[in-house]
């Protein structure tokens, strides 16, 4: 019943997405959309997933692309080509998605073939072979490890897109500048300082509680890494970009999560030296059930560095580029009068 | 009495939507999303104990951050003149508001 | 004594949910921004509390009652902050209250207590 | 058959609206909500086949029998983390395209291509 009341407020907001000419409208309520999303997924049981979606898509995504939209502009062109055609695909496409899902198993049976396969012995058997009662973490750092490496190979790639596409080397001169630009704009912003203040402390207190707690209720290295690098960006939103440099700097933040992969692929080296296979655990010690613990802490803590350290090179490199084309457009409007 | 609070909280998050859909102002819509994500935090402690296993509020703590978090980071990159508040801003009919401005 | 919690925390959460909707009817039926943000500013953190406040008392792990401390103690502190915040960024960007007709000369006069206000911070 | 199959309607009608937006809107930033769109829509698709009726969470409780499917969870956990990444990816050659073209609009950089093109021909014509 939840779930119904859930996916039809989804659907009214996608289709208000549509009609939105307003990008930032667009991005408020794609922020909704993420949290509407993450609600249904508790729904659903997946707390885990609930937990990362309420990270990432309603706050880090809607955040990112609302820094976009400071720097290119906030309307779009009303005129949109082909919406005809475009119609008449998607609702074609649409018509023979929906003719597929006559043969879906209906939701909830507990008979349909994906709960048939594998996921009986992970249900069943993960107590015994990993020993800790979250099955998601179970399987998402033991059973698929090699896949969770995959992906977190995918997310330390897209950081170094980001600042192969972004990031400079900067100029010391500006440096002034941009501090001048922080300070006019955050002399005001007292009470929510000093209130940030308070939180940050607890948030990344949080973080750790969440990288920690993962073998025990939702939580892990994804979420862990996510929730620190919102402290960081909240961090470097009032404070400045230039204060929170200082606390981390770029090189040290790239090491990081350099660091990440680095040891998430040596724990998989170490057990194949041992005589296992490539991220076999058991071998990690010489008691099975302690390799597996050893070895899902130490991918684990991989993981929340990788995350949190990409996580954070985006922003620092989104919102510097921003500075820096503020702070060229303000040299440029002095110049012209 | 879980349940009809469970129902209230979805009555209070269809308005917040449907105030930032139609807006007028980009603060009515940063209001809705605030509101929105308050209410999203009562329902997922709703939920929990609802579906009988209330252990998991770390979700509901997070929400609570995540909101703080992302209206901040509106307020802070709102800076700039586009944001400015002006007639011609304004998406839709409720122009009327800002006569005096 | 079971019955008197369980009452009690119905009455919590009827009251917490009576707050919220009728904070959902403000946000959608007032005229501008500031009283729809007052609608939301004072029905969120006081029907956030009740319904917190319903649940502790269902509550019976103390794991969960700590949680749900924490929840109450993060709403308690974030909610104020964000409709301080949200008022005073649309007020510096010029949005202005909207007013009736008879009160423009109020509305000037306002304009300059906010400059004051500005000037002194 | 309509509760039993809801779900999967409103997942293919989500996923649809997604794709009518990457593919009739020309606004790069919109384009890129609509692939979130689309990325969130398989993302509820997954979730909601893990779910058993009468299943909780998986994580493992004393009195506890039926359970959801933990591997779709464990598949879109990490899903979402790498969609993030990539949108961010996306996101910043946005930012570069802004840089070089001084528009995100599809139309408008398709327009300064051609004409770039066309000045080119001239050029090896002359």
Redesign the interface.
């Known amino acids: 019943m939840i779930d119904i009341v859930l996916l039809t407020l989804l659907l009214a907001v996608a289709i208000a997405i549509i009609r939105m000419k307003d990008l930032f409208a667009v991005v408020m309520l794609s922020g909704i959309y993420g949290l509407l999303s993450a609600s249904f997924f508790v729904a659903m049981d997946a707390v885990d997933v609930a937990f990362t979606e309420a990270a990432v898509g309603a706050g880090i995504s809607t955040l990112l692309m609302l820094v976009v939209i400071t720097m290119t502009g906030r309307s779009e062109n009303t005129t949109r080509h082909k919406p005809f055609p475009a119609l008449l695909l998607v609702v074609i496409t649409g018509c023979l998605l929906i003719y597929g899902t006559l043969d879906m198993p209906y939701f909830g049976s507990a008979d349909a073939p994906v709960h048939s396969h594998v996921a009986p012995r992970y249900i069943n058997d993960s107590m015994q072979e990993i020993g800790i009662p979250n099955i998601v973490t179970s399987i998402l750092a033991s059973y698929r490890a090699f896949d969770t490496f995959g992906e977190l190979v995918v997310i330390f790639t897209a950081g170094i897109g980001v600042l192969a596409l972004l990031s400079s080397v900067r100029r010391p001169d500006n440096g002034d500048k941009i501090v001048c630009i922080n300070y006019s704009m955050h002399e005001q912003h007292l009470v929510v300082r000093i209130v940030t203040k308070m939180l940050l402390p607890f948030i990344l207190l949080f973080a750790l509680y969440v990288q920690f707690h993962g073998d025990f209720g939702p939580g892990g290295g994804f979420q862990a890494g996510v929730i620190f690098a919102a402290a960081i960006i909240l961090y470097a939103m009032l404070f400045g970009l230039s204060t929170a440099r200082i606390v981390i700097n770029q090189p040290f933040i790239q090491l990081i999560s350099a660091t990440g992969v680095l040891l998430y692929g040596c724990v998989g080296l170490v057990s194949l030296l041992n005589g296992g296979n490539f991220f076999d655990y058991n071998f990690l010690s010489n008691d099975a059930i302690t390799g597996q613990h050893l070895g899902i802490f130490l991918i684990e803590w991989a993981v929340g560095c990788t995350v949190a350290s990409v996580i954070i090179i985006i922003f620092f490199n989104f919102a510097d580029y921003r500075e820096r084309q503020q702070s060229n457009e303000n040299e440029h409007n002095q110049e012209s009068p | 009495m879980l349940v009809a609070a469970t129902l209230a909280i979805f009555i209070a998050m269809t308005l917040a939507i449907i105030r930032g859909i139609s807006g007028p102002t980009f603060y009515d819509r940063i209001l809705a999303v605030n509101m929105f994500g308050t209410k999203t935090v009562l329902l997922i402690s709703l939920l929990g104990f609802v579906m009988g296993r209330p252990e998991f509020l770390d979700i509901a703590i997070v929400y609570a951050l995540i909101n703080f978090i992302s209206v901040i980071a509106v307020l802070r990159y709102s800076d700039t003149n586009q944001f400015k508040h002006t007639p011609a801003t304004e998406t839709s009919n409720h122009q009327s508001t800002e006569k005096e401005h | 004594m079971e019955i008197v919690i369980n009452i009690s ?2 009455l919590c ?2 009251i ?3 707050v ?2 009728s ?3 403000g ?2 039926r007032f ?3 500031y009283t ?2 007052h609608a ?1 500013g004072v029905t ?1 953190t006081l ?2 509390g009740m ?2 406040i ?2 502790m008392l ?2 019976t ?1 103390f ?2 009652f700590a ?2 401390v ?2 109450l103690l ?2 308690l ?3 104020p ?2 409709s ?3 008022a ?3 007020l ?5 209250p ?2 009736s007709q008879n009160t ?1 000369e109020q ?1 000037s006069l306002e304009q300059e207590s906010k400059e004051t206000a ?1 000037s002194k ?1 | 058959m309509l509760i039993g199959l809801f779900n999967n309607w409103i997942v293919v009608m989500l996923m649809m609206i997604g794709l009518y937006i990457v593919i009739a809107h020309g606004n790069l930033i919109k384009k890129i909500v609509g692939l979130t769109l689309f990325q969130t829509s398989v993302f509820i698709f997954y979730i909601s086949m893990a779910k058993v009726v009468g299943g909780t969470a998986p994580i493992l409780a004393d009195d506890i029998i039926q359970y959801s499917n933990p591997l779709p969870h464990a598949l879109i956990l990490t899903a979402i983390v790498v969609a993030i990444a990539t949108t961010a990816l996306a996101l910043s050659l946005v930012i570069r395209i802004k840089a070089a073209y001084g528009s995100i609009e599809e139309e408008e950089i398709q327009r300064q291509d051609n004409q770039i093109q066309a000045d080119k021909k001239e050029r090896k014509q002359a």
Do not use: E, Q, W
Request: charged content about 10%; proline content about 2%.
């Open positions: 925390s119905g959460l009827f917490g949910s009576f919220c909707v904070g959902g009817i946000i959608l005229p501008d921004f729809r943000m939301v969120g029907g956030a319904i917190l319903g649940l269902y509550s792990d794991l969960v949680k749900l924490m929840i993060l709403t502190l974030i909610s902050t964000t301080h915040v949200l005073k960024a649309a510096h960007n010029g949005l202005m909207k007013l423009v509305s500005s911070s």
